[in-house]
């Protein structure tokens, strides 16, 4: 609303669509449908009548064709390497597909609708990688597969209005500055996945293709670099759970143990990589997000240490493993903290390190 205050799509939408990241692992919390059985027990209706696509390219085009016919719909994208020069699809790339509907739920909820593409063998809704959203990912027969990221229509006609306000200054400062800020961060996170390749499909409105015209425009923002309080933050974190980790370790319990090694203290590892890549190369140095192509641009030394850095789930393996994530956190903490000036903790690690050489020195309890 151009001045005084109303609910917009911004602000129903805001807290969902427009987180710019998401940094954990996208494995929990899914709603699972499965073809244990039939597919029509499962309530996924079949393609009757119609061959199974043989390639993603035939799924894009059904996709394509449903897309246009359903009044609903309003606009369609591909995103992801079957849209992008850089790290191009190859034969293990899925179909990542962006859908702009009246009605989200409706695709989220159910599955009814994928029969037009083919028969579904799996499919679970989960939150996109980059942006804060809901998609429904499937595998089709033959293993085809294909995400279906859901967003509003009313989100895109909104940011296609504040875009078009945008160029006119003196009616843009008089939108609602909450409303102008929840835009601005919704384009910042669409402009990250679009800046790398998008295909527009279908779009009914002109809306969806106003936003990404303009939201591939944007500069793409550097990565600042972690303020010191945010790095000793992570360093702690890090050395607190070393110590954690092998106290489960002694105590014989292998799956919390193996859980924290190889899941949080992982995370840790990869952030730090790449704070150590954008401290030597620049803060606009591409590291991508959540270790995608990690091994094309980290530092050699950095993905060299991660080859013995994972553990078996064994006992002895374990040990082993955390003395080799132990000394390559140590090796990537204290080369970022000189590149970036700080302070490295230097009595935590060795305080640490003592008291967990020593627990691990320790006869195994019989």
């Not at 969806?208 to 923002?221: D, N, Q, Y």
């Not at 050699?300 to 082993?320: E, K, Q, S, T």
């Amino acid at each position: 609303m151009v001045g005084g205050h109303s609910t917009t799509p911004i602000d129903r939408y805001g807290p969902l669509y427009a987180r710019v990241s998401q940094v954990r692992a996208r494995c929990g919390n899914a709603t699972a449908v499965t073809n244990m059985g039939t597919v029509e027990e499962w309530g996924v209706t079949t393609n009757e009548g119609l061959a199974e696509p043989t390639s993603l390219k035939e799924i894009e085009e059904r996709f394509t064709a449903w897309a246009t016919d359903q009044p609903d719909v309003r606009a369609a994208l591909v995103v992801g390497s079957r849209a992008r020069a850089d790290h191009p699809a190859d034969p293990f790339s899925d179909l990542d597909l962006v859908v702009v509907a009246n009605d989200p739920v409706r695709y989220l909820d159910a599955t009814d609708w994928l029969g037009a593409m083919g028969t579904v063998w799996v499919t679970f809704v989960e939150e996109t990688a980059v942006g804060g959203g809901r998609e429904r990912r499937v595998l089709f027969a033959g293993g085809q597969d294909v995400d279906f990221a859901i967003f509003p229509t009313d989100l895109f006609r909104h940011l296609a209005r504040l875009l078009w306000l945008r160029r006119l200054r003196p009616a843009y400062a008089l939108v609602a500055r909450d409303d102008r800020r929840r835009a601005e961060v919704a384009l910042a996170a669409f402009g990250s996945v679009v800046r790398r390749g998008v295909r527009v499909l279908v779009d009914k409105d002109g809306a969806a293709t106003r936003v990404v015209r303009t939201a591939k425009e944007l500069p793409a923002p550097a990565a600042a670099p972690p303020s010191e309080a945010e790095f000793l933050e992570a360093v702690n974190d890090f050395w607190y759970h070393a110590l954690w980790t092998v106290k489960k370790l002694r105590r014989g319990e292998l799956w919390t143990a193996h859980g924290c090694l190889d899941g949080s203290m992982k995370d840790l590892v990869l952030r730090m990589i790449g704070w150590q890549a954008r401290a030597t190369w620049g803060e606009e140095y591409d590291t991508w997000h959540d270790g995608r192509f990690l091994e094309d641009w980290a530092a050699p030394r950095a993905v060299a240490g991660l080859r013995a850095a994972f553990a078996h789930y064994d006992g002895d393996d374990m040990r082993r493993a955390l003395v080799a994530t132990m000394d390559l956190f140590r090796a990537l903490g204290t080369d970022t903290a000189r590149r970036l000036d700080y302070a490295y903790p230097t009595d935590a690690d060795e305080h640490v390190t003592r008291l967990v050489t020593g627990l691990l020195a320790r006869p195994k309890a019989t």
